[in-house]
């Protein structure tokens, strides 16, 4: 593996993170963390679909017409997509039930199309490839710290297996009931997006667009 291809590979963790720095991929994120097998399902659905459509987009760019060349990306996105709903349908038919829209929505998540559009049509397929796999573990990354620890906190389990005994079974653990609810969410990923950027001043938003730290003057200027 050379530079290019490490960097495209763990750059989008914690430097460049889909949801943390990008603020991309929201929704799902929300919608689908409450419970950590769903979200490790939705995570392996988005990297199928993010790595076919960037390897598919790579092989083709050069003989790709730049008039359809957005119309041709949705399709590969949108049949990959489908495909990956039907495999799920087929074998995780409980968890299918769950996520529900979802699924059918990562034709609409801005992480699949705009790693196509921005990286994909530029570069050869094996770094395409990196790319894609880096974008889809940070994205996973925050979506399975979240419901981690909703479903941890918001009923006492992992993953079907009883961690914090529950008041109702026996236990001293009272569920907190906030932790099933969508505020949670909200409340978990602003938590990592503070964290990432308190420990990467670089991200936060004013010294990430001028390049430099602004003295008090400076900021007022934005305003």
């Known amino acids: 593996m050379n530079k290019a291809q490490r960097e495209a590979l763990l750059d989008p963790l914690l430097n460049n993170n889909p949801i943390a720095l990008q603020v991309l991929g929201i929704c799902s994120a929300l919608a689908v963390?409450?419970?950590l097998s769903v979200s490790l399902v939705m995570s392996a659905a988005v990297l199928f679909v993010l790595v076919g459509s960037n390897v598919a987009v790579?092989?083709?760019?050069?003989?790709l017409p730049a008039s359809i060349r957005i119309i041709v990306e949705l399709t590969i996105i949108?049949?990959?997509?489908?495909i990956a709903d039907q495999i799920l349908k087929a074998f995780v038919y409980d968890i299918?039930?769950?996520?529900?829209v979802f699924v059918g929505l990562i034709i609409t998540n801005c992480i699949i199309m705009g790693r196509a559009e921005a990286f994909a049509?530029?570069?050869p397929v094996k770094l395409s490839f990196f790319d894609a796999v880096g974008n889809a573990a940070g994205y996973s990354m925050i979506l399975l710290a979240v419901a981690f620890f909703r479903e941890l906190f918001g009923t006492g389990r992992l993953l079907g297996f009883t961690i914090l005994q529950p008041v109702n079974e026996g236990g001293w653990y009272e569920p907190n009931g906030l932790m099933v609810l969508s505020p949670a969410a909200f409340l978990l990923i602003g938590g990592f997006i503070w964290l990432i950027r308190w420990r990467r001043p670089d991200q936060n938003e004013v010294e990430f667009h001028t390049g430099h730290l602004l003295e008090p003057h400076e900021i007022g200027l934005l305003r």
């Open 96 to 100: 299918w039930k769950q996520l529900t």
């Open 33 to 35: 963390t409450t419970k």
């Open 121 to 123: 049509i530029q570069n």
């Open 58 to 63: 790579s092989a083709i760019r050069k003989g």
């Open 78 to 82: 949108a049949s990959l997509v489908i």
